[in-house]
């Protein structure tokens, strides 16, 4: 079993519809959670980063954390066509593991 | 906008040649980290520097690749001899302090094919 576990996708939604992105993990020393976009031949550009558990807002991007239930997630309102990309979660203690990534399509 | 640099963006080899990556970090951030991204899979650890030190090299194939972060700023990946399995993005990030994984920016990646 990996460390963590995110659906792979592919998600493809609407233009205005809510997203909602998923990853699970088995390590309950993790108190690092992060959200990352990634854009196709791009590096992973930082969206979300919180310490335990709880929720934290950015504009149309919200991230929740459940460490009772060692899951997290990433809330998009209002898709847009620019968020087409693929969504790495990461997060860890002293150092961090991440997902395979979820490929999003937000079509027009 | 500070950003993490990395050069070349692409490179073509052909097995058992050697080659080297280099990345220069957001000024003032003491650790760095090298990571391997998979076509379709997540990044996954090389190297973390925190200054000039190795924090982590666990998951380093010390046979075949070597990094190096002397004066504690840019970093040198270096594979001798390449394989076909080492296709793939090679990720540097850094971020600014130490004791946990912190904010992690990466760069753009280098893209590596071994034929």
């Known amino acids: 079993q990996k460390e963590v576990e995110q659906d792979p996708g592919p998600l493809s939604v609407p233009e205005g519809a809510i997203v909602s992105l998923n990853c699970t993990y088995s390590n309950s020393a993790f108190q690092y959670f992060m959200w990352y976009r990634q854009y196709s031949r791009k590096g992973p550009e930082l969206l979300m980063y919180?310490?335990?558990?709880g929720n934290k807002e950015d504009g149309r991007f919200t991230a929740q954390v459940d460490k009772s239930s060692k899951y997290i997630s990433l809330f998009i309102r209002d898709s847009q066509p620019s968020d087409s990309a693929t969504y790495l979660c990461a997060m860890g203690e002293l150092d961090m593991r991440f997902g395979a990534g979820t490929r999003l399509t937000v079509k027009p | 906008e500070a950003e993490v640099a990395q050069s070349p963006r692409y490179k073509i080899t052909e097995k058992s040649q050697a080659v080297a990556f280099w990345c220069d970090p957001i000024?003032?951030?003491?650790?760095l980290y090298w990571y391997r991204q998979i076509l379709g899979q997540g990044p996954e650890l090389l190297v973390q520097f925190q200054d000039e030190s190795v924090v982590d090299d666990s998951q380093l194939p010390k046979d075949r690749f070597s990094a190096e972060r002397l004066k504690g700023v840019d970093s040198t990946l270096k594979i001798q001899p390449a394989e076909l399995g080492d296709s793939a993005m090679y990720l540097c990030?850094?971020?600014f302090g130490a004791g946990g994984p912190g904010e992690q920016f990466f760069g753009p990646g280098t893209r590596l094919t071994v034929l």
């Open positions: 000024s003032g951030h003491a650790t």
């Open positions: 990030a850094s971020s």
């Open positions: 919180t310490y335990s558990s």
